[in-house]
Nanobody, 122 residues
Framework: VQLQASGGGLVQAGGSLRLSCAASGRTVSSYAMGWFRQAPGKEREFVATISWSGGTTDYADSVKGRFTISRDNAKKTVYLQMNSLKPEDTAVYYC????????????????WGQGTLVTVSS
């Protein structure tokens, strides 16, 4: 499985961005997917995850109500819609894939993509 994240950029506080993660591999649609982020000088942290069917999602408390994760299995793509962005959301965002949601939530997904930088200015 290979993962390619895109959609990062510079946005003002209160603005929105949508990240995309394009996946390749025959069985990728059966994987749970997720997003992590790493801010400068900080450890990588879990942001959001979605089950293979899209029926189950989970979020870090810091983004609940502002971020929405979704997926389109036909396109093998996972999205992260980020609204009401704050300067503290500034980070490199990584997508990841795991056999089950627990792998993603606990920070040990099987596959990682490269990051995409999100910068939120105040």
């Amino acid at each position: 499985v290979q993962l390619q994240a895109s959609g990062g950029g510079l946005v003002q506080a209160g603005g929105s961005l949508r990240l995309s993660c394009a996946a390749s591999g025959r069985t990728v649609s059966s994987y749970a997917m997720g997003w992590f982020r790493q801010a400068p000088g900080k450890e990588r942290e879990f942001v959001a995850t979605i089950s293979w069917s899209g029926g189950t999602t989970d979020y870090a408390d810091s983004v609940k109500g502002r971020f929405t994760i979704s997926r389109d299995n036909a396109k093998k793509t996972v999205y992260l819609q980020m609204n009401s962005l704050k300067p503290e959301d500034t980070a490199v965002y990584y997508c990841a894939a795991g056999a089950v949601i627990r792998e993603v939530v606990t920070g040990v997904p099987r596959y990682w993509g490269q990051g995409t930088l999100v910068t939120v200015s105040s």
